[in-house]
Each structure stands twice: as structure tokens, then as C-alpha cells.
């Protein structure tokens, strides 16, 4: 799974989830439903992106060096914080697939989205999930060895790749039926 796909699906569906959070099972229905959401979800954010909000959007949910990747719940604090009709507008539609927020909406992509990247990465990048086992040693005086212009992307590839790492099996059971059906949502444009 390469970091551009992974960034520019983030980015089109604006809004992963800190794994401490992860108390219950990912259930069947709970998949469906975020599944079922994501084509007028989709919507708003392009809706977002003609009004010109992307940006913020993608400065605040990019991880920062140390930090878990989680774009779905730090999205939707991003547009609470700054655009609470939209922050209404996101509540108002995942409402209608059965979630009874924006957040509890987040926290249940986030899991699917993590489940479904693991997936992706065992089977065709598990470099990806290597790489994040080989820099768990590794302190942040090793990235002053990485030039500047490089830096901001290695935090961010590590970053992606220590959350994937860290994906309960449970979760990648519960998702990997939905893998082709993701496959699909994921590769439209």
C-alpha cells in the first residue's frame, strides 16, 4: 500500500482512530453502515473542497511525528472547531446509517480504514509493516540523518506505518470480507 494512496483517500473522506479506544468488536453491521455512508460523505467533502476547506482539513488531520494516524476523528474535530454547519451537516447524514454522531461515525471509519490499509499492506507491502517494527528502536535523532525536504514524509510514512502495525487481528477479521467491496469504494475518483 503506497503513503500517496493512503494520504489521498484520507484526504477525499476527510475524517483512524487512537487503538485505545478500540473496546468493543467491529461488528457486521457497523461495517456496512460506514460503508453505506461513505458515497454522501464523499459528497460534502467535495462540497468542502469547491468552498476551498480542504486545506485546513489536511493540515489538522496529518500526523505529526509521535502521534497515532488517525484522520476520521481528527477531522471531525477540525470541523467542529472551525465550521460547525458542516460539522451539523457531517451528524445529520451518518445519523441516517444508524450512528449516533459524527464521532461514534469516525471512530467506527477509523477502525475500518485501519483494518482494511493492514490488509492491504500484509498483502502487498509488508515492507510497510517491517519498516515500522525496524524504527520502533530507532530514536528521532535517526530522522536528522533524513534531509529536511524528506523529513515531513518519512514522520508521516512512519507514522501510517506503526498504527498499521498495530491493528487488532480481531479488526482485520471482522473487515477482510468487506476487502473487495472497499477495494471498490476506495478506487473511485
Known amino acids: 500500500m503506497r503513503a500517496s494512496f493512503t494520504f489521498s483517500f484520507m484526504f477525499i473522506f476527510l475524517l483512524a482512530l487512537p487503538l485505545g479506544a478500540q473496546a468493543s468488536t467491529l461488528g457486521q453491521t ?78 467506527t471509519g477509523d477502525r475500518v480504514v485501519l483494518a482494511y490499509g493492514a490488509i492491504k499492506a500484509e498483502a502487498e507491502s509488508p515492507e510497510i509493516l517491517q519498516l515500522a517494527q525496524q524504527m520502533q528502536g530507532m530514536g528521532p535523532q535517526m530522522l536528522q540523518l533524513v534531509p529536511p525536504e524528506m523529513r515531513q514524509q518519512m514522520e508521516q510514512a512512519v507514522s501510517i506505518a506503526r498504527t498499521l502495525a498495530q491493528v487488532p487481528a480481531a479488526d482485520k477479521r471482522s473487515v477482510r470480507p468487506y476487502t473487495a467491496q472497499l477495494d471498490r469504494v476506495f478506487s473511485q475518483p
Not at 38 to 62: A, N, Y
Not at 83 to 98: K, N, P, T, W
Open 30 to 107: 457497523a461495517i456496512e453502515a460506514y460503508i453505506d455512508s461513505l458515497e454522501p460523505v464523499r459528497q460534502l467533502g467535495e462540497r468542502l473542497q469547491s468552498e476551498g476547506k480542504q486545506s485546513f482539513l489536511e493540515r489538522e488531520i496529518t500526523p505529526r511525528n509521535g502521534e497515532l494516524f488517525d484522520p476520521h476523528t481528527r477531522g471531525v474535530k477540525a470541523l467542529q472547531r472551525e465550521s460547525a454547519d458542516d460539522y451539523s451537516e457531517l451528524g445529520r447524514i451518518v445519523r441516517q446509517y444508524g450512528f449516533t454522531s459524527a464521532e461514534s461515525w469516525a471512530l
